[in-house]
């Protein structure tokens, strides 16, 4: 008997995690929400669900974004996150001096049209970003962003956001010997995922090119 309330327990939690993330992905999809915990907590408003069993985790919101944009988007979307592929592209090049690294939903595909690329640069030195920025006349808003380094340490790192033309950018700056060891994730111990220039370039290559260069 205890045994059986188990079962319904857990099958009762993870039917509410399946609709949690399902709806999370909704608000991101639908309603401009980029950040995943921001859409998780308003995600669990709106059901009235709380428990934190019942709270998925982000890749499981991100499975169910990617999902929704296979059943919902249009060939716009697939368009504009190409585009902005590209243009993480040629940031990775311009950046080459801070060893950047392309992460969250540009990468992952769950990114919209407004959401920024983001970019992880490496070095010790935090300023020289701000310089170099400075020197190639990129005006840029200063920001700072909590990261999960490893499982001790977590730091405000300094983060810079502009656009360029219509891209909005984000470059959080991360301690050089972050660029071996990614940080991990905001909700769990898993690395976050990652690409290097070459890697995104061969991620592109693999993608249908986009419908008004077709």
Not at 52 to 60: I, K, R
Not at 111 to 120: G, K, S
Request: charged share 30%; net charge positive.
């Amino acid at each position: 008997m205890h045994r059986a309330r188990q079962q319904h327990a857990g099958a009762r939690s993870r039917e509410r995690r399946h609709r949690l993330a399902h709806e999370a992905a909704r608000l991101m999809a639908e309603g401009g929400i980029h950040d995943i915990h921001q859409a998780r907590l308003k995600a669990a408003g709106r059901l009235g669900i709380h428990d934190d069993a019942s709270l998925p985790q982000d890749q499981e919101i991100e499975r169910a974004l990617q999902e929704y944009r296979r059943l919902f988007s249009s060939a716009s979307h697939a368009d504009a996150l190409r585009r902005s592929r590209e243009a993480a592209l040629e940031a990775l090049a311009f950046f080459a001096p801070f060893q950047p690294r392309l992460h969250g939903g540009v990468l992952d595909g769950t990114a919209d049209a407004q959401a920024p690329v983001q970019l992880h640069l490496h070095g010790d030195d935090a300023d020289a970003v701000q310089r170099f920025l400075v020197d190639h006349r990129i005006p840029a808003q200063a920001r700072s962003r909590r990261v999960r380094l490893d499982r001790a340490r977590r730091e405000d790192c300094p983060t810079w956001a502009f656009h360029a033309g219509e891209v909005a950018f984000e470059l959080t700056v991360l301690p050089s010997n972050a660029l071996r060891q990614a940080p991990l994730r905001a909700d769990d111990d898993r690395p976050m995922r990652r690409a290097s220039e070459a890697q995104l370039r061969q991620l592109l290559a693999l993608e249908p090119p986009r419908h008004d260069d077709a």
